[in-house]
């Protein structure tokens, strides 16, 4: 049976780097099932090296953490129209984002309707695209304040190209202080300020403001300009279940698109696209530079491995839904063996087990 492991030390590791690195508090996102690390481990094991805030962006994660969390704080980084989910939100008292003014006039009327005062982030859009008032409109969002069952404790943005655009994401940084600015000479207080994902952390100097928005750079896979101390986070488990011997000009896998050069052993490995492996994140087609690296891959059609007592073997046939074959000719490995793959958790079929070692 396939089951995913993640080193505990390894993670705390990666904790405490970025602890180090930000230093102001820290926003542990544990949406995406906790980036694929199991959401009720991974946040369990983040309050236990002392992160206090969280937050997802599913209310259907809400009453999970409600379970294993006390007085630390969720931030729903979900700006929503929706009475029932602003309901799911309220009523859990987690911190609600406002990101315009018919999710602003719900969360009110639903707050009201419960008899309670929620906490609130407004959510400005410098750039990305998605949730947040336009620094064109912060005249509307200004009149958010006024709202009288909404607490507003602070204020937040999201950088769209951190991980690349270093001049961009500093541009937006400024238009978010400039947005806030603008409020502030209103009158109003904007509490806790907050833009620095994972990639503007380890990419762009400056951006921490009062915390930080944490997620991807705990399983040590983001992408950054430069190589850091954070540990790759999980492995891909299971066991050679199966060996055989083919001879020379065997076909292996769909299509008879493999054939072998020599007599070879197979070893038949129960993992596959289902649960995750070959799987690949799409990445966004941003510049010439990216298209000519996804041509080239295609080209020299990119070999992968399968790891067994400590050694690499090639994969043959493709990766099938559920199976993989390995060539493990002139090799010592027998059936039981554990077999492992390096794939990010992100891909991996949330079906199968997290296990914390």
Avoid: W
């Avoid at 009475?83 to 984002?97: F, L, Q, R, V």
């Avoid at 990101?99 to 707050?111: D, Q």
């Avoid at 912060?138 to 937040?156: M, P, R, V």
């Avoid at 054939?259 to 994140?281: M, N």
């Amino acid at each position: 049976m396939s089951r995913y492991i993640i080193d505990k030390s390894k993670l705390k590791e990666n904790i405490e780097i970025l602890k180090e690195t930000a230093s102001v508090p820290i926003i542990g996102v544990v949406k995406g099932n906790g980036y694929g690390l199991g959401i009720r481990e991974f946040t369990m094991a983040l309050k236990e090296n002392g992160i206090k805030s969280f937050a997802v962006t599913e209310v259907t994660d809400i009453p999970v953490l409600k379970e294993i969390l006390n007085d630390e704080e969720v931030l729903v980084m979900r700006s929503t129209c929706l009475k029932d989910e602003a309901k799911i939100i309220a009523s859990a008292g987690c911190t609600a984002t406002i990101g315009s003014e018919l999710s602003c006039r719900v969360m009110n009327e639903v707050s009201k309707s419960l008899g309670i005062k929620t906490k609130c982030h407004l959510k400005i859009d410098t750039g990305m695209g998605r949730y947040g008032f336009m620094p064109s409109e912060i005249s509307k969002a200004i009149k958010c304040y006024d709202s009288q069952n909404l607490e507003f404790t602070g204020i937040y943005t999201h950088f769209s190209s951190a991980f690349r655009n270093e001049a961009l994401t500093k541009a937006q940084l400024q238009l978010f202080k400039d947005c806030i600015n603008q409020i502030e000479k209103a009158g109003i207080k904007t509490g806790t300020a907050h833009c620095a994902n994972s990639p503007a952390l380890l990419n762009v100097s400056g951006v921490s403001m009062d915390m930080v928005r944490l997620g991807s750079a705990f399983t040590g896979r983001v992408i950054t300009k430069q190589k850091t101390q954070l540990n790759r986070i999980g492995l891909l488990e299971s066991n050679v279940i199966d060996i055989k011997t083919v001879p020379t000009g065997y076909s292996v896998g769909y299509n008879g698109t493999y054939k072998t050069k020599r007599e070879t052993r197979i070893a038949i490995v129960p993992i596959g696209h289902y649960d995750g492996f070959g799987l690949t994140k799409e990445k966004e087609l941003y510049d010439l530079r990216y298209s000519l690296s996804v041509f080239k891959q295609f080209l020299k059609k990119k070999q992968m491995y399968v790891r067994i007592n400590g050694r690499m073997y090639h994969v043959i046939g493709g990766i099938g839904l559920s199976h993989t074959a390995v060539d493990i000719t002139n090799s010592d490995v027998k059936c039981g063996d554990t077999a492992s793959v390096d794939i990010s958790p992100l891909m991996v079929n949330p079906r199968i087990e997290r296990i914390y070692k």
